[in-house]
């Protein structure tokens, strides 16, 4: 019985991990784009893939899940470079771009 329940709440635990990391990269998604945009290079692929997850404390010392993500964009469409998203819980923390070639 207790076994029946502990899976159930390891279950529920994963799949709200999955639910919240879903809304992360969407919101990293729009950041990458919008940080693109704004530096005149086109955001390849339009989507950003997982590079590292952690926990981290943010401004009032709650700890929070901090995910990276990674994204390639190009500026004179002959070299890719690459970006990258900080997310601290469903906030973007950080949005850097590589050293690129201006066209």
Known sequence: ???????ILLLL???????DSRGAAERAI????RSCDNA???FLND?????????????LGRVQIQRSYFFEF???MEH???GEVIM????????NLDVYRVG
């Open 1 to 7: 019985m207790i076994d029946n329940g502990l899976t």
């Open 13 to 19: 635990g994963l799949a709200w991990l999955w639910w």
């Open 30 to 33: 729009q950041a990458a784009r």
């Open 40 to 42: 005149g290079v086109t």
């Open 47 to 59: 989507t950003v893939g997982w590079q590292k997850v952690r926990l981290k404390r943010n401004r």
């Open 74 to 76: 190009a500026s004179d």
């Open 80 to 82: 890719r470079y690459r």
């Open 88 to 95: 601290l819980g469903q906030q973007v923390n950080n949005v």
